[in-house]
């Protein structure tokens, strides 16, 4: 499988809502970073689905490498 694009080697925060769903870009090339655009079409790579139990700041992952996707592990600091 190709390595996935890397648009920033930090975390974005993220304000989620309860109830919301969210679609995190597992491919790096979204324009509405951290968040899927459907650039990964064509591609091996798919979107992670996220569903908000409550309101809350959450730290997506930015490289696009963590073992804990949709969520920053800090795999970023070793890029």
Do not use: I, N
């Not at 499988?1 to 790096?28: H, I, L, N, R």
């Not at 790579?45 to 592990?73: H, I, M, N, T, Y």
């Amino acid at each position: 499988m190709a390595e996935p694009d890397t648009p920033q080697k930090a975390p974005y925060p993220v304000d989620v809502e309860a109830g919301k769903s969210y679609w995190w870009c597992a491919c790096g090339r979204s324009k509405s970073q951290p968040f899927c655009d459907g650039s990964h079409k064509g591609t091996d790579f798919s979107p992670v689905a996220f569903q908000a139990d409550k309101s809350e700041k959450l730290w997506f992952c930015g490289c696009k490498r963590s073992a804990k996707k949709p969520f920053c592990d800090g795999t970023h600091q070793k890029l």
